[in-house]
């Protein structure tokens, strides 16, 4: 079975400063990873994901991810922050050939801050 | 464009009444999704379907029924609501094919038991 640890519940960062969303994740098999964003009073949308090759992943507005198999990680990073990336952000996996089921972390809440 | 569609945002019921949250899908997608929000927790996966007609049970089942009688529509039943039941339901749906595919979420279903 997999597991998702968000380390971080809350992020607060400054405007224009950079973030790092921290994922690790536990699994006995090859994985796809993912990395969805909730804004208030949405449902979720995906910024990334990781299916193989290249362990660099480029998302939407500005997000990268790097995919780290020794250390099982897929931490979310960005240069400069917005006021408009302020919104919940959460890591998932499935495994490879496996179980239809997407397995969630707890999420991170960002604030970015003026 | 994608679209999952969840009929009601917010709902408001009574301890011991039938709910019924509808999820609706205009991609074609084989398989559907209903997960549960809840501050701290992440998202839980309650059931899933991979066809029509077909369930498995998520991590959460208990005191939740599904149904889907047709391929773009999949149904979140409680039986008899109760207070603990108070959440935010999210929907999704993914293709099988190709693997990796991400989720597609709706907005969110609101629901306060009283």
């Known amino acids: 079975a997999q597991s998702v640890t968000q380390l971080d519940s809350q992020v607060p960062v400054f405007e224009e400063a950079p973030v790092e969303l921290r994922c690790n994740y536990s699994?006995?098999?090859?994985?796809?990873l993912f990395w969805y964003v909730q804004y208030p009073n949405q449902g979720l949308q995906l910024l990334l994901k990781?299916?193989?090759?290249?362990?660099l992943v480029k998302g939407i507005n500005g997000f990268e991810a790097e995919f780290n198999k020794s250390q099982t990680s897929f931490h979310l990073r960005k240069p400069s922050v917005h006021i408009s990336d302020t919104a919940e952000y959460f890591c998932?996996?499935?495994?490879?050939?496996?179980?239809?089921?997407?397995?969630f972390g707890k999420g991170t809440k960002l604030t970015v801050n003026p | 464009d994608v679209k999952v569609t969840q009929s009601s945002r917010y709902l408001v019921k009574r301890t011991g009444e039938k709910v019924f949250l509808e999820c609706v899908q205009d991609?074609?997608?084989?398989?559907m999704f209903w997960y549960r929000q809840d501050p701290g927790l992440g998202l839980r996966l309650i059931y899933f379907?991979?066809?029509?007609?077909?369930?498995e049970k998520g991590d959460i089942p208990e005191g939740y029924s599904v149904s889907r009688e047709k391929k773009e529509r999949f149904s979140l039943i409680l039986e008899s609501a109760s207070t603990n039941q108070t959440s935010m339901y999210l929907c999704?749906?993914?293709?099988?094919?190709?693997?990796?595919?991400?989720?597609?979420f709706g907005e969110g279903s609101r629901l306060t038991v009283l």
């Open positions: 999704a749906s993914r293709a099988s094919t190709p693997a990796g595919r991400e989720l597609f």
């Open positions: 699994s006995s098999v090859s994985v796809y």
């Open positions: 990781y299916l193989s090759g290249s362990t």
């Open positions: 998932a996996v499935r495994s490879q050939g496996g179980s239809e089921k997407l397995v």
């Open positions: 991609m074609d997608h084989e398989n």
């Open positions: 379907s991979y066809d029509v007609k077909m369930k």
